[in-house]
């Protein structure tokens, strides 16, 4: 989070003669700082949790054999002899070899499994 202190009372930053003087502008200020500050630090927070919570995965339109079996838990092995045999749809590339794996293919996998 930051470093700030918390505070309590927003005025007991304030040093004693300007309390003394009751300087509504300072006090004023220094409890929009402290409100803002409570805010920066509730912000940081939630985004904080929401990042844990949220996948990082990247969409695309098709998934290579290795990028497939980085979001499956299966291996690479196991994917490409399941695309072999028909239990993933996946499509061969323009070189004949290497298989692509479309998108929805692999969330259907993903929910299914094989």
Excluded at 47 to 64: D, F, G, I, N, S
Excluded at 65 to 84: G, K
Excluded at 88 to 114: C, F, M, Q, T, Y
């Amino acid at each position: 989070m930051s470093a700030r202190p918390e505070l309590t009372n927003p005025t007991s930053a304030l040093p004693g003669t300007l309390m003394d003087a009751a300087d509504p502008v300072i006090a004023l200020l220094v409890s929009v700082e402290f409100r803002l500050a409570r805010i920066e630090d509730e912000v940081v927070s939630r985004l904080e949790r929401l990042e844990r919570h949220q996948p990082q995965a990247v969409v695309r339109e098709a998934y290579t054999i290795p990028q497939a079996a980085e979001r499956l838990p299966y291996s690479v092995w196991t994917i490409r002899r399941a695309c072999s045999t028909g239990r993933i749809r996946g499509v061969k590339s323009r070189n004949g070899r290497d298989w692509r794996i479309p998108h929805d293919e692999l969330l259907r996998v993903e929910a299914e499994g094989l």
